[in-house]
């Protein structure tokens, strides 16, 4: 059964450095979304990504963050200096038309030391 | 803007038991609504969904319906077992049957089944 894919499962980094998640979507899904969940809190949403550009952000989604879908098959979010408060499970999701469901990846863990 | 409130966990029961885990929402119009469930080490699966008012959805025992008069979709099973202990999440998606756009998500009920 198709799935959406993400790597690493864990990523360890340190104030101000540049991370890049990654996400292999299910192939011929269109739509492609972020979200993250800060431990204990609500899975929020973050940007969607339809025909290779953004079609929605939240606020969280400030300049410091971009998303990118440089080879047809990967999605990638990248948060250019990361803060401490960046620190949340991050969920990547992929959708094969508006009237199917959203599939979600298992999820990187990123952490800010 | 929208939001989604579920009860708050965690919720541990026997095998066998009836499980009710309540969520209410804020919205203008008339929303989408899902159960997704979070098994360990997995992603979010779609449990169940209905799009408009009075609809109930199921899947694998588990019932929802869509209460427009009290903005709710509680989720229901009549007997769990210890295979649905898991986390599930209540969301909240665009208006007009579609599942397209962001999902507001709840906060997720831990649900833990003894055997």
């Known amino acids: 059964e198709p799935e959406v894919t993400q790597t690493p499962s864990h990523q360890v980094t340190q104030m101000g450095q540049e991370v890049i998640l990654r996400c292999v979507p299910i192939s011929n899904h269109l739509y492609f979304y972020w979200y993250r969940q800060i431990l204990g809190q609500k899975v929020e949403f973050l940007v969607s990504f339809y025909n290779n550009e953004i079609s929605e952000k939240s606020e969280i989604f400030d300049d410091q963050f971009s998303v990118e879908r440089p080879d047809g098959s990967n999605f990638t979010l990248k948060i250019r200096s990361t803060k401490l408060e960046d620190s949340a499970m991050y969920f990547c999701a992929s959708q094969g038309s508006s009237y199917n469901e959203q599939f979600f990846g298992p999820g990187t863990r990123l952490t800010v030391l | ?115």
Request: charged residues 15%; proline residues 3%; aromatic residues 12%.
């Open chain 2, 1 to 115: 803007g929208n939001s989604v409130t579920q009860m708050e966990g965690p919720v541990t029961l026997s095998e066998e038991a009836f499980l009710t885990i309540n969520c209410t929402y804020t919205a203008t119009g008339y929303p989408s609504l899902f159960w997704y469930v979070q098994y360990p080490g997995e992603g979010l699966q779609l449990l169940l969904k209905a799009t408009k008012a009075d609809d109930k959805g199921s899947n694998k025992g588990f019932e929802a319906t869509y209460r427009k008069e009290t903005t709710s979709f509680h989720l229901e099973k009549g007997s769990v077992q210890v295979s649905d202990s898991a986390v599930y999440f209540c969301a909240l998606g665009n208006a007009g049957g579609t599942s397209y756009g962001k999902l507001t998500f709840g906060q997720g009920t831990i649900l833990t089944v003894h055997p």
